[in-house]
């Protein structure tokens, strides 16, 4: 099996800045393939970042500019920083391991934009 394990969630206020982790361990020896998604009350699990097995990034509108994703394979860690955030950006982030066998989540982490 797989863990992952989310960090780095926080307070900031609006224009700040924050860095997730997210750490895996277990069946692993490398990350390849891995995502971000974010989910505030109400709404539903949002795609906010992808990284393929390539190093190829992705990010929908909502976020373009402002997230960037990022690895570590040596750590087997996946980092999202997030620069400019806004109030509409407060969610509990998940990092998400797709696998030919299991899709993996994290627990995940709150962020919570406000002044």
């Known amino acids: 099996q797989v863990q992952l394990v989310e960090s780095g969630g926080g307070l900031v206020q609006p224009g700040g800045s924050l860095r997730l982790s997210c750490a895996a361990s277990?069946?692993?020896?490398?990350?390849?393939?891995m995502r971000w998604y974010r989910q505030a009350p109400g709404n539903q699990r949002e795609f906010v970042a992808g990284i393929t097995s390539g190093g190829n990034t992705i990010s929908p509108a909502s976020v373009k500019g402002r997230f960037a994703i990022a690895r570590d394979n040596a750590k087997n860690t996946v980092y999202l920083q997030m620069n400019s955030l806004k109030p509409e950006d407060t969610a509990v982030y998940y990092c998400n391991l797709p696998t030919p066998g299991a899709d993996y989540w994290g627990q995940g982490t709150q962020v919570t934009v406000s002044s």
């Open positions: 277990g069946s692993i020896f490398s990350i390849s393939a």
